[in-house]
């Protein structure tokens, strides 16, 4: 496809975002398509399909298949938001990810933080853009279950937006913590085993459909107990969102309770649990492949022959450079 001429044109200011700046155009552009779907998939099961007369009643959430539909809207939403801007940032679209790359030097720290700043920026508008959609529905459903925002109990429709602990749980920060932290391990796990060159990379440009799949996976396994947040920017850019919108206290501090539920300041919970899950996601990666790949690939630049089994990558036939 011939190159396309730029909407700036070709001056300096096209030079200007080859850059840091550039990148952090396509964190903040893939974040918001990232939520768009992902919250908007979120929409249409809780306020949506129930206001538009397609379920039993306006106070009945598709409940059979509901979290079939939300687990595989937020794949696909994952899946796009990569497509879109992986080709300038690499598609971090969580700051999990940036840091993790970052503790796993595959990226430089000085960009963290734009990228981070980039990421949250995109989800709050993200989630600005479906509550534009989809704010009769969100209003006829606060109506009809006699849940108005400003009373600080609409945790149904806020958690749109944001996520939440299960009732089991009992007001415990722990071990939502855990469930943030593990989720969110097994996620870097396999996006660094799907984009690492040295293992079985896919072929082609099937890496952001797969890398959709691993949240699919995360979500159907690991999602119940907290909403499997498992990126900070998804969960506090809304959660900010949602509080300037009116939800009050239910979206930050994140606090409700009611006879069958009650939490209290969770906000940082999908903050720090991701961040910690990140790290330890890729440390494991490259404790039990990473390092076994590369040992692999200097044992094939000193001229060393191992026997391979079939249809295992070997150090005859490199898949990668060398870290």
Not at 38 to 51: I, N, R
Not at 89 to 96: D, L, R, T
Not at 257 to 277: C, R
């Amino acid at each position: 496809m011939a190159d396309i001429t730029p909407l700036r044109g070709e001056g300096r200011t096209v030079g200007r975002i080859t850059g840091l700046w550039g990148e952090c155009l396509a964190e903040f552009f893939g974040t918001f398509v990232l939520l768009c779907f992902g919250d908007g998939v979120v929409a249409v099961v809780v306020a949506a399909l129930p206001g538009s007369g397609r379920t039993a009643s306006p106070t009945t959430i598709w409940a059979p298949t509901n979290w079939l539909v939300i687990t595989f809207g937020w794949a696909f939403a994952v899946c796009m938001a990569v497509y879109v801007a992986g080709g300038v940032s690499g598609a971090h679209i969580n700051p999990a990810v940036t840091v993790a790359l970052a503790v796993r030097r595959k990226f430089p720290w000085k960009s963290v933080g734009p990228y981070v700043i980039a990421q949250v920026v995109g989800a709050f508008l993200g989630a600005a853009l479906v509550y534009l959609v989809y704010h009769q529905a969100i209003d006829a459903w606060n109506l009809a279950n006699h849940t108005p925002k400003s009373a600080g109990n609409a945790f149904v429709t806020n958690s749109i937006f944001n996520t939440f602990p299960a009732p089991y749980y009992d007001g415990s920060s722990f071990w939502p913590l855990v469930d943030e932290i593990v989720g969110t391990a097994f996620l870097l796990i396999f996006v660094v085993a799907i984009t690492d060159s040295r293992n079985q990379l896919p072929g082609a440009n099937l890496p952001p459909l797969l890398v959709g799949f691993a949240v699919f996976a995360v979500g159907t396994s690991f999602g119940p107990n907290t909403g499997y947040a498992i990126n900070p920017a998804r969960d506090f850019g809304p959660r900010l969102f949602s509080y300037f919108a009116g939800w009050g206290k239910v979206a930050l501090p994140g606090t409700y309770s009611s006879p069958t539920l009650h939490y209290s300041n969770y906000f940082w919970i999908p903050i720090v649990g991701p961040i910690i899950g990140g790290i330890i996601g890729v440390l494991l990666y490259d404790l039990f492949i990473g390092d076994v790949l590369h040992a692999r690939l200097k044992a094939a630049a000193a001229g060393e022959v191992e026997e391979v089994p079939v249809g295992r990558a070997g150090p005859e036939r490199p898949t990668g450079e060398v870290d």
